[in-house]
């Protein structure tokens, strides 16, 4: 089945144009299933970008997909067009007496700050208290997903000494795991980050299960079972040019910033990059969507009872 998502969300025509099975809003209500319904919390400051990433991920499912793009209450974002949030965007203060399969919680450009001096921080908490009784499972990635591990078990992060930035090795130590079905023993993922949450400080008797790390860049995917949550603190969910963009943007503000490691053919920021982990982003996600349709009650209303 394809994902269902508004007529005219500009992800739509990048979807189409890749293959995609894109769903029209009239077709989906001729059909007698029920559509995972899957929010999306999104904090990133290019929105459109990052609402075509997790669609087109979420669209390669065999199941119908409903996406609800939600943003934070009274967070104001700079980096989207008014007309575009007014268009697409509830505020989470309105979805938060509905029912959804899945939640995901993306990354923030918030991340050396301190937790309590985001603006957001109070009703983020609220969120992730929400999230225990309105959703099935969620998915927090990158500040969201260290902003998860910090509410839920008073888990720090630290601040690198430079930018984990680039695509890095990644290894499974839970291959069994039914999110892990189909990976391979090496694969790569790519981060972006200046700072980490630490092995080492996963509390005692928490349940957390490292899934998946990296010799290099630490920790990558916690399965949090008390929660109904992963936590992904890398980008698997990037497209191919996005670790190229952040490079040129900081370049172009004369910003200090290295070559994204392992990213550009010879490290050269001529050469167009090889995406390499585009395969096992879709397999995590498609795993993902099927653990919520075999899991989550078919009368929706059930969620959290």
Same mark, same amino acid.
């Given at each position: 089945m394809p994902i269902k998502i508004p007529d005219n969300l500009p992800a739509r025509s990048v979807l189409d144009a890749e293959g995609v099975m894109v769903m029209q809003e009239t077709d989906a209500i001729r059909q007698d299933i029920r559509p995972l319904r899957i929010g999306l919390l *999104?904090? !990133?400051? &290019?929105?459109?970008? /990052?609402? /075509? =990433?997790?669609?087109?991920?979420?669209?390669?499912?065999?199941? =119908?997909?409903?996406? /609800?793009?939600v943003k934070m209450t009274n967070h104001v974002p700079r980096n989207t067009p008014s007309d575009h949030i007014i268009s697409f965007y509830q505020d989470w203060e309105d979805v938060r007496s509905e029912k959804f399969d899945g939640f995901i919680i993306t990354g923030a450009p918030v991340e050396q700050m301190p937790f309590e001096q985001v603006t957001y921080w109070d009703e983020l908490r609220r969120v992730f208290d929400w999230t225990q009784t309105n959703v099935h499972a969620c998915f927090n990635i990158c500040w969201g997903a260290q902003a998860a591990v910090h509410h839920f078990y008073g888990m720090p992060k630290h601040d690198l000494p430079a930018k984990m930035f680039g695509v890095y090795r990644h290894h499974l130590l839970e291959p069994t795991s039914p999110y892990l079905r189909g990976f391979s023993d090496d694969f790569s993922v790519p981060v972006s980050r200046w700072t980490e949450v630490r092995r080492a400080e996963i509390p005692p008797g928490s349940g957390l299960r490292i899934l998946m790390e990296s010799d290099e860049a630490g920790l990558c995917l916690? @399965? @949090?079972?008390? #929660?109904?949550?992963? #936590? !992904? %603190? *890398?980008?698997?969910? $990037? @497209?191919?040019?996005?670790?190229?963009?952040? $490079? %040129?943007? @900081?370049?172009?503000?004369?910003k200090p910033i290295a070559i994204p490691r392992d990213y550009?053919?010879?490290? &050269?920021?001529?050469?167009?990059?090889? &995406?390499?982990?585009r395969s096992h982003a879709h397999l995590l996600f498609g795993n993902w969507i099927n653990e919520l349709y075999q899991t989550t009650p078919f009368d929706i209303s059930g969620i959290g009872a």
């Open positions: *999104n904090l !990133m400051p &290019n929105k459109v970008k /990052t609402e /075509t =990433q997790f669609a087109r991920l979420l669209g390669a499912s065999p199941l =119908q997909v409903e996406l /609800t793009l916690l @399965d @949090d079972a008390r #929660h109904h949550a992963l #936590h !992904m %603190f *890398n980008h698997i969910e $990037y @497209d191919s040019a996005s670790l190229g963009e952040e $490079y %040129f943007r @900081d370049v172009a503000a004369g550009f053919p010879h490290d &050269n920021p001529k050469l167009p990059p090889q &995406n390499r982990w």
